[in-house]
């Protein structure tokens, strides 16, 4: 059974420092892996997909990679902003049944402070 | 239009009330998903429909009832919740293809009393 877990479950910095949020997977058979960003009450924003033949993907000041045959995605985020301040969820793509899968991880909650 | 769109964002209903949660899309994907977020929890999947037909039902209570209507709306149909039921419900979609990501709507948060 695939299980999704993250690390840190919870992190806050001061403003400017570089962060590493942790994911890691059960069953390296995956399609793909997301990140994606949660503001407390609101919907899902797509971050970063990166593909389970890539190693990295980078969108501005994020950076994600992956080790399929370990387990583990890496979220670098570069220079942190209180804007960023958020839940980090990692999901990732499976085949399950014949049919396409998305579970996510528990989320790293995030607070930058000034 | 590269978005999922909700309806309603918020809701509270009765017990025995019957009300529906709408979902739509107009990129083209194939695979629409209905997901339960309860708060400071993880998203958990409910339904997942591919070409408008129910592919999996993860063991969801029969008061939530899921149609879809046309390839580009998914609806949830609700009738006599129960107050653990209340939620944020997610509907997200994809192509069918397994390289493309998943696009999800901004929720409807539900309340039942």
């Known amino acids: 059974k695939q299980e999704v877990t993250q690390i840190p479950a919870a992190l806050s910095v001061p403003e400017g420092e570089n962060l590493v949020l942790n994911c890691s997977f059960t069953?390296?058979?995956?399609?793909?892996l997301q990140w994606f960003r949660q503001d407390p009450g609101k919907g899902l924003t797509s971050l970063l997909l990166?593909?389970?033949?890539?190693r990295e993907q980078t969108s501005g000041r994020l950076n994600a990679s992956l080790d399929k045959s370990s387990g583990r995605s890496t979220l670098y985020i570069a220079a942190s902003q209180p804007g960023d301040s958020a839940t980090y969820l990692c999901?990732?793509?499976?085949?399950?049944?014949?049919?396409?899968?998305?579970?996510f991880g528990a989320g790293t909650r995030l607070a930058v402070h000034p | 239009d590269t978005e999922v769109t909700q309806t309603p964002k918020h809701l509270v209903m009765g017990m025995t009330n019957k009300k529906s949660l709408k979902c739509e899309q107009h990129?083209?994907?194939?695979?629409m998903y209905w997901y339960k977020q309860k708060a400071k929890k993880p998203p958990e999947l409910m339904f997942v429909?591919?070409?408008?037909?129910?592919?999996i039902n993860e063991s969801v209570p029969s008061r939530f009832s899921p149609e879809c209507p046309n390839s580009s709306l998914l609806n949830l149909h609700l009738h006599a919740l129960q107050p653990e039921d209340s939620a944020l419900y997610l509907c997200?979609?994809?192509?069918?293809?397994?390289?493309?990501?998943?696009?999800f709507g901004s929720g409807t948060r539900l309340t039942v009393v």
């Open positions: 999901a990732v793509s499976f085949l399950s049944g014949g049919y396409n899968k998305l579970i």
């Open positions: 997200a979609s994809s192509q069918e293809e397994q390289n493309y990501g998943y696009t």
């Open positions: 990166i593909q389970s033949s890539q």
């Open positions: 990129m083209g994907h194939r695979a």
């Open positions: 069953d390296s058979a995956i399609y793909n």
């Open positions: 429909y591919s070409y408008e037909k129910l592919s």
